[in-house]
Each structure stands twice: as structure tokens, then as C-alpha cells.
């Protein structure tokens, strides 16, 4: 049994992790850290803004996989880490972090967590959200617009030159690895189930905890 629980929810943008991982949070409690993998984009300050605006943000590449990687390791021996903490609007790596102890159950979500091996291998759950595109293209619109300051036509074309195209090449090609496939994005039953099997992972580990308290 492992000492800390590391759960992976992948999938496309807008199909809805991120409303899973918030109810699978707030069913668990306390003892639970979300790690966006988003956060780990790599810093881009030292380009131009219409550098910045050309790149690929939906290639594996785009994300400083190696720190990610490191990051998660640290927290499966119990260590503590400073994640990163990443501005959408501009594209760079703010000068802050945000501390993260030591937890039992650590969320890691992210489109592309799936399609990186090394990254991969590190998530002892894996759970794959599957929405239609239709759906996840409104969703994007909405976000990108209302929350990151973008245009429609600047989401639109961004979909099509490098969402759409990554999305087939890393992400849907990704679902095969997965221990459960989540299908029409969010739904109660697929919460109840990850929350349950969270619970009992928590439930015997106490119970090794008192057979063995070095554990």
C-alpha cells in the first residue's frame, strides 16, 4: 500500500475535471491536495508577448515536465514542495509559490498527465474524463474569455491550429492507459465511486498504521 495516494485526472479541455476533482475534494475533506498541472508551464518572460502568444500551449513540451515529476515524487515520500504559480493572461511564471505539505491523497490534474510516461507512471489511479468536442469547445470559449481575457476569434483559432489537433495526437490517445473512463464528462456515480475507493485507502492505512505505526 502506498504511503501516499497520487490520483490522476486527465482529459480534454472543457470536459470537465475540474468540476470532478472540486466534488471529490470537498466529499474527502481534509488530507487532500489538488495539483494543477497547468501550474507547471514553463516561464516565458524572457519573449515577447506575440512570442508568447504563438506557442503551443496543448504539446507536452509546453509544461517543465521534469520539475512536475520531481514535485510529485517529493510528495509520494512525504516532503514538501513549492508548486509553482502560473499567470494565464501573460503567459509567465509568477515570483510566488504556493506550499504544499505532506498529505495522504494528492489530486493531479491536467490534460496531457496521461502522455507523459515518466508522469505516468508516478499515478496510482488514473481517471479519464470524456466529453464530446462540441461541449468542451463552449466551455473553452466561456473560460478563456470570461476568466484569461482572450478573444473569441483568438480562442477560435487557437482551437483550431493546436487544440484540436493535440487533442487526437496526446490526449485521446492517452485514455488507453487509464483505470477508469469517466464518459459525458462529470457525473454523481463516478464521484461516488473514486470518493469510496479514496475512503477505504484512508481506512486501511490507519488500520496498517496501528499494526505497524513506523507506516
Same mark, same amino acid.
Given at each position: 500500500?502506498?504511503?501516499?495516494?497520487?490520483?490522476?485526472?486527465?482529459?480534454?479541455?472543457?470536459?470537465?475535471?475540474?468540476?470532478?476533482?472540486?466534488?471529490?475534494?470537498?466529499?474527502?475533506?481534509?488530507?487532500?491536495?489538488?495539483?494543477?498541472?497547468?501550474?507547471?508551464?514553463?516561464?516565458?518572460?524572457?519573449?515577447?508577448?506575440?512570442?508568447?502568444?504563438?506557442?503551443?500551449?496543448?504539446?507536452?513540451? #509546453?509544461?517543465?515536465?521534469?520539475?512536475?515529476?520531481? !514535485? &510529485? @515524487?517529493?510528495?509520494?515520500?512525504?516532503? =514538501?514542495? *513549492? /508548486?509553482?504559480?502560473?499567470?494565464?493572461?501573460?503567459?509567465?511564471?509568477?515570483?510566488?509559490?504556493?506550499?504544499?505539505?505532506?498529505?495522504?491523497?494528492?489530486?493531479?490534474?491536467?490534460?496531457?498527465?496521461? #502522455?507523459?510516461?515518466?508522469?505516468?507512471?508516478?499515478? !496510482? &489511479? @488514473?481517471?479519464?474524463?470524456?466529453?464530446? =468536442?462540441? *461541449? /468542451?469547445?463552449?466551455?473553452?470559449?466561456?473560460?478563456?474569455?470570461?476568466?484569461?481575457?482572450?478573444?473569441?476569434?483568438?480562442?477560435?483559432?487557437?482551437?483550431?491550429?493546436?487544440?484540436?489537433?493535440?487533442?487526437?495526437?496526446?490526449?485521446?490517445?492517452?485514455?488507453?492507459?487509464?483505470?477508469?473512463?469517466?464518459?459525458?464528462?462529470?457525473? *454523481?456515480?463516478?464521484?461516488?465511486?473514486?470518493?469510496?475507493?479514496?475512503?477505504?485507502?484512508?481506512?486501511?492505512?490507519?488500520?496498517?498504521?496501528?499494526?505497524?505505526?513506523?507506516?
Amino acid at each position: 500500500m502506498p504511503n501516499v495516494m497520487i490520483v490522476g485526472i486527465a482529459g480534454g479541455t472543457g470536459s470537465g475535471k475540474t468540476t470532478m476533482v472540486r466534488e471529490v475534494f470537498q466529499m474527502l475533506g481534509d488530507g487532500v491536495t489538488i495539483i494543477p498541472a497547468d501550474a507547471y508551464y514553463k516561464d516565458r518572460s524572457s519573449m515577447t508577448e506575440e512570442e508568447r502568444e504563438k506557442i503551443n500551449y496543448d504539446h507536452p513540451d #509546453a509544461l517543465e515536465i521534469q520539475l512536475l515529476c520531481e !514535485d &510529485i @515524487r517529493k510528495l509520494k515520500k512525504g516532503e =514538501s514542495i *513549492e /508548486r509553482p504559480v502560473y499567470d494565464f493572461h501573460t503567459h509567465t511564471r509568477k515570483k510566488e509559490t504556493v506550499k504544499i505539505e505532506h498529505c495522504e491523497i494528492i489530486i493531479l490534474e491536467g490534460i496531457l498527465i496521461f #502522455a507523459i510516461p515518466e508522469l505516468c507512471n508516478l499515478i !496510482d &489511479i @488514473r481517471i479519464f474524463v470524456d466529453t464530446d =468536442s462540441d *461541449e /468542451r469547445l463552449m466551455r473553452r470559449i466561456i473560460r478563456d474569455v470570461m476568466e484569461r481575457g482572450r478573444t473569441y476569434e483568438g480562442v477560435m483559432e487557437q482551437w483550431r491550429e493546436t487544440v484540436a489537433p493535440m487533442h487526437n495526437l496526446y490526449v485521446e490517445t492517452s485514455k488507453k492507459v487509464s483505470h477508469i473512463i469517466v464518459p459525458h464528462g462529470y457525473n *454523481e456515480i463516478a464521484v461516488g465511486m473514486v470518493t469510496a475507493f479514496l475512503q477505504k485507502f484512508r481506512i486501511d492505512k490507519k488500520k496498517m498504521s496501528r499494526i505497524s505505526p513506523g507506516l
